[in-house]
């Protein structure tokens, strides 16, 4: 799935630009307003009553003027206190000075910004009265994912899906899930800009993908991947487990047996570990060194993997011991629509 920004003026389902999508049309997801608020300080009032339905906020720094002018710091503090936390940093009117003098201003714009909520954020050179860069800012960057690769490449353009992508339930209680679809559009490894990437290290996968999915870590620990190699998604889990005789790093004072590892129970609630998705589970049936366990949320995952089970123990979770997934139930994922 791929993302457009247009102009109010545009019809509702536009033809899609996208290489080979050309006869399909977009469907319009969300309208998006601009909130002008007055820069004067004897306006502030208003400012701050806009601010208060606000998203998201685009602070103009005026480039040359020194920064930070006491109406940008009052706007910065305003954008703190109505913890908007989507925020754009624009240095206006770059038309007017030199390349060194945009570069010193650029500079004090982070430090100023050092330890506020706008710390971070995107600092983007603009001029508005010759439309420069304006572009840049209109452009509505999709979601980044950041993880590991296990195994195979990702490459830039790659058609991927990400599982169990939504989840939600229906009105029987049961849980339904629809991977999300998209496209690479970047790759990035600390700042380097990558065309592909391997297992090892932390990547960045910039996509298509709606930023409201990624925002927040709504899909940590979800499973990326090229469209139709990625694993089954589990609602319930068959492990043979293993448990540690003791709690790991629990002081017991002489032979007391606080620190003992109980057998597990029918119906306790434990929290597994599945790769880097943490989920609550239910123990619905042992026999022997085998569980049954339903899982709270679905896990993209497969039979051989390894877990890691964790017991609630005076308040904490702590590690009582591991498994290794031999079968479960799995749920139907509907298939790709492209
Ligand atoms: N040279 C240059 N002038 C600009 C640019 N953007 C705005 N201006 C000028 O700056 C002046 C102020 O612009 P406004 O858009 O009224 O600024 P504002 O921040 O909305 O002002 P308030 O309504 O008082 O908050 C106008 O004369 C604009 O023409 C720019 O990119 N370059």
């Given at each position: 799935m791929c993302y457009k920004a247009y102009g109010s003026g545009k019809e509702d389902s536009p033809l899609c630009d996208v290489p080979g999508f050309e006869n399909c049309r977009m469907k319009l997801l969300r309208h998006v307003s601009f909130v002008d608020c007055p820069g004067h300080d004897i306006l502030m009032a208003t400012m701050l009553n806009g601010a208060a339905i606000m998203d998201g906020a685009l602070l103009l720094i005026a480039a040359n003027e020194s920064c930070p002018q006491p109406q940008t710091s009052e706007h910065l503090a305003a954008v703190e206190i109505m913890r908007l936390q989507h925020i754009i940093i624009l240095q206006n009117k770059v038309d007017l000075i030199q390349e060194n003098v945009a570069i010193n201003q650029h500079e004090a714009i982070q430090k100023f910004i050092q330890g506020t909520v706008a710390d971070g954020a995107p600092v983007i050179p603009v001029s508005a009265q010759l439309k420069y860069n304006i572009d840049v800012l209109m452009r509505i960057r999709g979601g980044v994912a950041g993880g590991s690769i296990l195994k195979g490449v990702l490459k830039v353009n790659q058609f991927i899906e990400v599982r169990p992508g939504i989840v939600v339930k229906d009105e029987s209680g049961n849980i339904k899930c629809t991977p999300i679809y998209s496209r690479i559009v970047s790759l990035f490894a600390e700042q380097n800009e990558l065309q592909f990437a391997v297992p090892g290290g932390l990547i960045g996968v910039g996509t298509t993908m709606d930023p409201t999915l990624t925002?927040?870590?709504?899909?940590?620990g979800q499973v990326l991947g090229e469209v139709g190699s990625l694993p089954e998604v589990f609602v319930e889990l068959e492990v043979n487990f293993f448990l540690l005789r003791r709690l790991l790093g629990v002081r017991t004072k002489g032979t007391e047996r606080q620190g003992k590892v109980t057998k597990l129970a029918k119906a306790e609630i434990l929290m597994l570990n599945i790769g880097s998705m943490s989920t609550g589970a239910r123990v619905v049936a042992v026999k022997n060194d085998l569980a049954k366990l339903q899982l709270t949320s679905p896990v993209c995952t497969s039979k051989g993997e390894k877990i890691a089970l964790s017991r609630r123990v005076e308040k904490h979770w702590r590690l009582i011991g591991w498994g290794q997934i031999q079968a479960g139930i799995t749920l139907d994922v509907p298939p790709c629509p492209i």
């Open positions: 925002r927040a870590d709504r899909l940590v």
